[in-house]
């Protein structure tokens, strides 16, 4: 099909370029250009990263009890609610 186009100098010049080192007509580099343009770009979704954070654990409390630990938690928390009542 053919078609009239203005195109700046500056990109005349780079597919002239491009058409001259490849040693193809000067439409052909038209047309990859379009082609190459025109894709829709499939890039590999980035990884999800979740920022961590340190918890800072009261001292004597031992992580590897955490039924141990929830328990003893809500008794603290008890025992505070109720000094607040008296």
């Given at each position: ?30 047309n ?16 999800y990263?979740l ?12 992580l ?10 809500e ?12």
């Amino acid at each position: 099909m053919r078609t009239t186009i203005d195109l700046d100098p500056d990109v005349d010049a780079r597919l002239r370029a491009l058409a001259r080192e490849r040693g193809v007509p000067l439409r052909t580099v038209i047309n990859d250009s379009l082609r190459a343009g025109t894709r829709p770009e499939i890039s590999e979704p980035l990884p999800y990263k979740l920022p961590s954070s340190r918890l800072g654990v009261r001292p004597g409390i031992d992580l590897n009890k955490a039924l141990r630990l929830a328990g003893e938690l809500e008794d603290e928390e008890t025992l505070r609610k109720l000094e607040l009542r008296k």
